[in-house]
């Protein structure tokens, strides 16, 4: 097929931006003059460099360039070759860190092959100019019969198509194309996302995706007109396939915190969990065992989403963490103390609780037997019961990450980043023993499916099989541990009430012998 023949101009007003026009070239020379050619003349008006980085390619393409630079003064102009290839995912960073360090609004990415028309971009920068997008992606499957007439191959629009629509399941998106090279961006979004972490190869276009997804930055899709001509594909189609699918099933994990994957995690870290309400968990858990009339110590209460729940049950609560809650709550509802749970002392009269909460804090302490140790004793001679709540180390998720090697912490989930310690059933049961605690009730809390699926007929599936699953193994099903416990009193407490229950006994049995 011939070289495409320049499409209408569209004129474009940049209303002040700094726009860059940055072309990826890879063995380019005879199409990379061509292609630079066509950059539309209307966009001559305001303040536009066009950068050329060659990734080390094996032909003449920078010195093609180079020649094009000294002949034309329509736009600025930039040659740059890499010391060596970097990928095409490698080559894009280059060019967005530029486009960043240089104080450009807007870039936009042109393939320098020739497969995507030069001539559209003042129509694809309109929504970036306008403020109506932060990323706008010239799309050829928009009209799919007019993909399949500008040349693609079947497998190809067929593959397209699969993956496509396997992409936007997972991200619940309705693009109508995540393949397409020919992308345009607002800098400051690309500035918002980590895409220095992402690959090198083809598949980094994926990922930025998913960053772009993920991070809530508004995509629009434009038509674009598809060519094929006699360029060569340097992409391995069943490779590429497999990394798009890998990709997008890394990315689910980290969004249900199964794993950690530092070139996901756009968002800042959440120092408070919600409350996992409505199905089988922790807080459900430990609400049920809550005993209404009860004076409640909630330890680690975060926002006091729990201690609500509690109160509204009708028990009496004082919560206490080192935040402050950002609602308070109505006045003679729940008490909140702000402490810091690693000193040594506690802030409250600890013999006066029926109840005492610690929910997913323990693996958050630094001296978790020390505090244990000093809760007993601050509980004097009352014997409170304990409800502790904890990740499960041996949950057979982790177990099988560890097998393929995989042990990231993560902002979430068992592995969370905040655990300074990690528990299985057998060592938090040995803790609390080795602490002076009874334990009263062991048991296995399900993944919180809920959480990271949403409320539907599959998580609700996916929770009744692991419950399942649980009643045969706890310690391999078993998203998290959760016990009851009753404070023993310490050797001292007891000494004195041995002391004082045997004077109470010998009083008793001399008055009836007498």
């Not at 807007?106 to 559209?120: C, I, M, S, T």
């Not at 997804?213 to 995509?219: G, M, T």
Request: proline share 5%; glycine share 8%; aromatic share 10%.
């Amino acid at each position: 097929m011939p070289f495409p023949q320049p499409l209408e101009e569209d004129t474009v007003c940049l209303r002040g931006r700094r726009l860059l026009i940055f072309v990826v070239a890879y063995n380019a020379e005879t199409t990379i003059e061509k292609v630079l050619s066509r950059i539309p003349a209307s966009l001559q008006g305001g303040d536009v460099e066009v950068l050329v980085i060659d990734d080390s390619s094996k032909d003449q393409t920078f010195l093609h360039g180079l020649r094009y630079q000294q002949r034309h003064c329509l736009f600025k102009i930039t040659v740059l070759r890499t010391p060596e290839n970097q990928g095409y995912g490698g080559n894009q960073k280059l060019g967005y860190r530029y486009a960043i360090d240089h104080g450009f609004d807007l870039v936009a990415l042109v393939h320098g092959d020739g497969q995507y028309a030069p001539e559209k971009l003042p129509v694809l920068i309109a929504p970036l100019i306008s403020g109506e997008a932060d990323a706008v992606f010239g799309s050829r499957m928009i009209d799919k019969r007019a993909a399949r007439a500008g040349g693609m191959p079947t497998y190809k629009w067929i593959g397209n198509q699969i993956l496509t629509a396997f992409q936007n399941r997972i991200l619940a998106t309705d693009l109508s194309e995540f393949h397409s090279g020919y992308r345009l961006y607002s800098t400051a979004a690309l500035a918002q996302i980590p895409f220095e972490k992402n690959t090198n190869d083809f598949h980094f276009d994926t990922e930025i995706i998913v960053q772009l997804v993920l991070k809530k930055l508004r995509i629009v899709e434009l038509p674009i007109p598809t060519y094929y001509g006699d360029e060569i594909c340097h992409v391995n189609g069943l490779r590429y396939a497999w990394n798009v699918f890998r990709t997008m099933v890394r990315s689910r994990f980290h969004e249900a915190n199964l794993l950690f994957d530092r070139k996901f995690d756009v968002h800042p870290r959440e120092e408070n969990y919600d409350v996992k309400l409505g199905f089988a968990s922790s807080h459900t858990a430990a609400i049920k065992a809550a005993r209404p009339g009860n004076h409640l110590l909630d330890i680690g209460c975060g926002q006091g989403y729990v201690a609500q729940e509690l109160a509204a049950k009708g028990c009496r609560v004082t919560g206490m963490d080192q935040y402050v809650p950002e609602t308070s709550p109505e006045p003679g509802q729940i008490d909140f103390i702000r402490w810091n749970l690693d000193r040594k002392e506690f802030p409250v009269n600890v013999s006066r609780f029926d109840q005492i909460l610690m929910l997913d804090i323990i693996e958050h302490l630094r001296e978790p037997e020390s505090f244990m140790d000093e809760l007993r004793f601050a509980a004097a001679c009352k014997r409170p019961e304990v409800i502790i709540t904890t990740a499960n180390i041996g949950f057979i998720v982790t177990r099988l990450m560890l097998l393929f090697g995989q042990f990231n912490y993560g902002k979430k989930g068992i592995l969370d980043a905040t655990h300074t310690r990690l528990f299985t059933f057998r060592s938090l049961n040995a803790l609390l023993e080795q602490s002076g605690y009874k334990v009263l009730e062991v048991r296995g809390i399900p993944a919180p499916f809920p959480k990271a699926l949403g409320m539907n007929p599959i998580s609700r599936f996916l929770l009744l099989i692991n419950q399942l699953l649980i009643r045969l193994s706890k310690g391999l099903f078993s998203y998290q541990i959760f016990v009851r416990a009753e404070a023993n009193p310490t050797v001292h407490n007891l000494l004195g009430e041995t002391i004082d229950s045997s004077s109470e006994l010998r009083d008793s049995m001399l008055e009836v012998a007498c």
